[in-house]
């Protein structure tokens, strides 16, 4: 089993970022993602990064200011947030799964969740 560990959210100002960080005791040949949930709302796909690092893809409201990227040697994947919105208030989740893909039953493992808050 795959057990995941998020930090390095917490309060910035709008147009600030932030680095979260995901940490697994073993990353094998997992695909990555990062996904988050405001308020009331569903939980729905940032980004994603393929097992080797050789892919990824965002969704739109991030493209361009935000990067996901790993390190397998660390067993650690990263989601660099620039230039963050109030919008992006969040808690932001890592997931691994063997499937390529956007949706969460694309991935098998979740974190426990990191906040993510834009202040205006």
């Known amino acids: 089993q795959v057990q995941l560990v998020e930090s390095g959210g917490g309060l910035v100002q709008a147009g600030g970022s932030l680095r979260l960080s995901c940490a697994a005791r073993t990353f094998r040949s997992y695909h990555m993602g990062w996904f988050r949930q405001a308020p009331g709302k569903e939980r729905e796909f940032v980004a994603a990064?393929?097992?080797?690092?050789?892919?990824?893809y965002y969704t739109d409201s991030v493209k361009g200011r935000f990067t996901i990227s790993r390190d397998n040697a660390k067993n650690t994947v990263f989601l660099q947030m620039n230039s963050l919105k109030p919008e992006d208030t969040a808690d932001y989740y890592c997931?691994?799964?063997?499937?390529w893909g956007s949706g969460a039953g694309d991935y098998d493992y979740w974190g426990q969740g990191t906040q993510v808050t834009v202040s205006s």
């Open positions: 997931a691994a799964g063997t499937n």
């Open positions: 990064i393929s097992a080797r690092g050789s892919m990824s």
